[in-house]
């Protein structure tokens, strides 16, 4: 369960973060979490309210936005979406076909990949 590392090394940067400014309370945080993380959202869910437990960051609301998998192509210059294939026999929804939709081409992935700190709306003194 990688959500629990990658949850506590976010909540840590955030709490350092905080301490530069006069922070009293946490109301939301935001993450954004691209769909080739294999992150879980709700396993971050989870960790995030345990390891919040104790800090100025405890009582917040995690909102997860999902970051759709934005591909351009290295043959046609495509500039989009990709097709997913659905495989209920490995317990996924659906699995993305890394490669250009419209010529079947090499593509390099320009949206999907990330995890981070989207937006903090905090209470200031």
């Known amino acids: ?3 629990v590392s990658v949850v506590s090394e976010l909540v840590s ?4 973060e905080l301490e530069a400014h006069e922070v009293v309370g946490v109301d939301e945080v935001t993450l954004v979490v691209g769909e080739l993380t294999n ?5 971050m869910e989870f960790a995030y309210e345990i390891v919040t437990r104790d800090t100025i960051l405890e009582g917040s609301k995690l909102t997860i936005v999902a970051e759709p998998i934005k591909v351009e192509c290295l043959v046609c210059e495509y500039e989009g979406p990709v ?7 490995f317990g996924h929804g659906s699995i993305p076909i890394l490669s250009c939709p419209e ?17 903090i ?3 200031t003194a």
């Open 13 to 16: 940067a955030i709490i350092s």
């Open 83 to 89: 097709r997913s294939i659905v495989d209920d026999d």
């Open 103 to 119: 010529c079947g081409g090499r593509v390099l992935v320009v949206e999907g990949k990330t995890c981070r700190v989207g937006n």
């Open 1 to 3: 369960m990688h959500e």
């Open 39 to 43: 992150l879980g959202f709700e396993q």
């Open 121 to 123: 709306r905090a209470v």
